[in-house]
């Protein structure tokens, strides 16, 4: 596969799973406002804007113009219609590896978005729209597993969807314990508590799938344990980080590259502290430390796959062509 081919299809699913993540936390906190009528408002969002790894520019801080920043400005690149625009154009780039029916989804979803105004949204139902952008992606990947032959070109889909949530999913969980470890307070009772925890599972939508495995008892080592150990949940760092590693060997064994060991080692590292892992060690060191090294290691993980597949020197290349010749 052409390296310009490889890094297309990794940058559209990369967009399209931050356009999601971002959509979610916004729907979500804008929700979570209705029950948390205490406690100071403006930290509330500063907390979703270190989750995003954004900021906005200094001055007053209110709903509707943090919504329009993350939602529709387009000079904001991690906004909502900037991760569309920019996954579609880099499908249109590769038009012929794709099915016509993912063309076509992505394509509805980018008209629909750039078409809608923030005074249409605000007014009317914010959720609605949010929730139409989370229900488009979803159809997007459903449409993308059912119609795409699950070759090379499927699997850099995946590892750079699971790199992506694995990431996000690392930095939201940094800034609620970062709260927790350094305000820790024995009253399990307070509302704005047990609401800002709540938030979290739904920001990383595990609400449910948390409850049935703890039941409803909101505690935070187990939220910490399910959000980063699960070996079962689709959003769990662990699930995400078996995910990547079974892409990147699909892919390895796809084109036969020898020089991409340095980017398999590091996933079967993550994977591999991720598997024997244990919460209680974790929340009894730096928590703050852990969930930074993570966010370091997929970092680490996305420049070998940079290295090894897509701005790999020319002699690499030569290399791989006559080992496969041979």
């Known amino acids: 596969m052409l390296s310009r081919v490889a890094e297309s299809l990794y940058w559209m699913s990369r967009y399209l ?11 979500v906190h804008l929700h979570q406002m209705l029950d948390q009528a205490g406690g100071d408002a403006n930290l509330r969002w500063q907390r979703l804007l270190r989750g995003l790894h954004t900021s906005l520019p200094e001055g007053e801080v209110d709903a509707y113009s943090i919504t329009q920043a993350l939602t529709f400005d387009t000079s904001n690149t991690s906004s909502i219609v900037s991760c569309i625009a920019a996954a579609r154009e880099n499908a249109r780039q590769v038009r012929e590896q794709i099915s016509s029916e993912m063309w076509e989804q992505l394509n509805r979803l980018f008209l629909q978005v750039k078409r809608t105004s923030m005074e249409q949204i605000w007014y009317a139902e914010p959720h609605k729209f949010l929730n139409s952008v989370k229900e488009g992606i979803y159809l997007f990947q459903g449409i993308t597993d ?6 090379e070109g499927w699997y850099f889909i995946r590892v750079a969807l699971f790199l992506e949530r694995a990431t996000a999913t690392a930095a ?13 307070t024995e009253d ?37 344990e399910f ?39 590091l996933t079967g590292r993550l994977r591999a502290a991720l598997d024997y892992g244990q919460i209680e060690e974790i ?36 290399i ?6 041979a």
């Open 320 to 325: 791989s062509r006559g080992a496969a010749q």
């Open 188 to 224: 399990e009772s307070e509302p704005l508590d047990y609401l800002s925890w709540v938030e979290l599972l739904r920001s990383c939508a595990s609400f449910e799938a948390y409850c049935k495995v703890y039941t409803a008892r909101i505690r935070p080592v187990h939220i910490a």
């Open 172 to 184: 939201l969980l940094d800034t609620h314990f970062s709260v927790f470890l350094t305000e820790q």
């Open 17 to 27: 799973e931050r356009a999601e993540h971002t959509a979610r936390l916004i729907d």
């Open 146 to 151: 059912t119609t795409m032959s699950h070759s």
């Open 227 to 265: 959000l980063i150990l699960n070996a079962e949940s689709p959003r769990s760092i662990r699930f995400a980080s078996a995910m990547m590693q079974g892409a990147l060997q699909a892919i390895m064994k796809a084109t036969g590259t020898r020089h991409s060991g340095r980017t398999e080692r």
């Open 283 to 318: 929340l009894s060191g730096d928590m703050h430390h852990y969930l930074e090294s993570i966010q370091r290691q997929c970092a680490l993980i996305h420049s070998g796959i940079y290295q090894a597949y897509i701005a790999y020197p020319i002699e690499v290349a030569l």
